[in-house]
């Protein structure tokens, strides 16, 4: 399991040379849309992905620059939701999406790099946040701000990138890899794949509702210690501090970002070790993110022996509710679950106790705990607490990777835009190794260097 060595280029040197609004090529009736208690959690945060196109021989920029555009447009006629705006329902306390057709943003760029000179593009690096678009408004809200914008950025050599900015509150992971399909399904056969299931009334809470839960795997800000958190949430000024606070709240001032790549023979190897502790069968997320828990937590030497850390991760729920959502559902159907384990329990206990630990977590999340958690979030503004752990993205099975036009040309490499920080871990694909992945992590220096030596040893 060895880190990256590559120096990674910290300033792209882009410029804006146009900008322009998109709109659906059918528009709709202006209506509001639902969105569920699991969106209401993510409006704060946004996704952001990367596609790299090498030069396309013979044809000039600003036609695939227009063809672009039109398959967009056409596209975006069966998301239409992503061309409005939130608004804030003052009356229920809550999100709505405004379906307005106010438009994506549609941004072209130039850079005076080449693709080579970027590097390895596989390998996450946060400066690829200047190939996707970012509002330069002084006065920004989440009710202002765009729930969809694109950013094409042409390179000296010739290749490009389209680079996608989507609020996590309207789609997640899942939902975005079918739009991904979509688009290509449009740009080479002339209509997507399938259609996109919107409606998120299905994940309304219960009426009365049901809470059979304590739901451990948020805070209750009206629970909680003052010096944590907020301990009062009255307004949306204050419920968007609020988030601010929670998302960057002791990230180290200065870290060092890393992404380390686990090969099939490792994951191999970790599932070996489990199994001879007892775990019949698990993933290989799940065994890498119990070897990653264990050695940052091992790494950062900070924690008491009875210090509680908590790892939160994503779980794909849509075919856990009963009845299953629709695998076209265009909503957030990934929730976050957690699990516990005191620094001593970390340090000592076997590996095969600390993968179980995580399926525990995972394993909770059926019909009934799920409808539970929405009915939950109606009454309460809960977050996830990070204070001895972190929360861990497994991008590894997403498979919006690769995206195609009309003729055969298809991009290089696609990937989310990792911002990093001490609080994030990332699980992503391996380039060449399809049973590995690779993951980037975020650590003070001295912490870094500790965790470099031990994440090797199995």
Known sequence: MKPSSVSLVSDLRVKKDKFSVLHPEKTHERRT???SNFDQKFVHYVIKYVHFF??????????????YAEVLSRLMAAYDFLCGRLTFNSEQGRFEIDCNDAGAPFVICSSELSLQELGDITIPNPAFSQLCFTSESSNRTLENEPLLSYQMTRFKCGGYSLGTTVNHGVMDGFALE???????????????????????????????LQIKYEHEEYLDPSKTSPHLILS??????????????????????AYVLKSFFVSGKMVETLKMKAADDGVKQCSSFMVALAHVWQTRTISIGNMNAQDVSTVHYAVETRSRFVPPLPWEFAGNGTVTACAKATGKQLQEEAFGEIVKKLQEGSDRMTDEYLRSSIDWLELHDGVQGLENGFLATNWKHLGFGEIELKGGFKSLYGGPVVSGGGKIVVFLPHPEDKKGMQFYLGLEACHMDIFEKLIETV
Request: aromatic share 8%; hydrophobic share 40%; with cysteine.
């Open 33 to 35: 849309l639902f969105l």
């Open 54 to 67: 090498s030069a396309p021989s013979q044809i000039p920029f600003d036609l695939i620059v227009a063809v």
């Open 178 to 208: 079918g739009y991904a399909r979509n688009f290509t399904c449009m740009a080479v056969k002339g209509e997507p794949a399938f259609e996109p299931v919107i409606d998120r009334s299905c994940l309304k809470a219960r009426s009365p």
């Open 232 to 253: 009062s949430i009255t307004t949306q000024r204050n419920k968007e501090m609020w988030h601010a606070k929670m998302a960057h709240r002791n990230v180290p001032e």
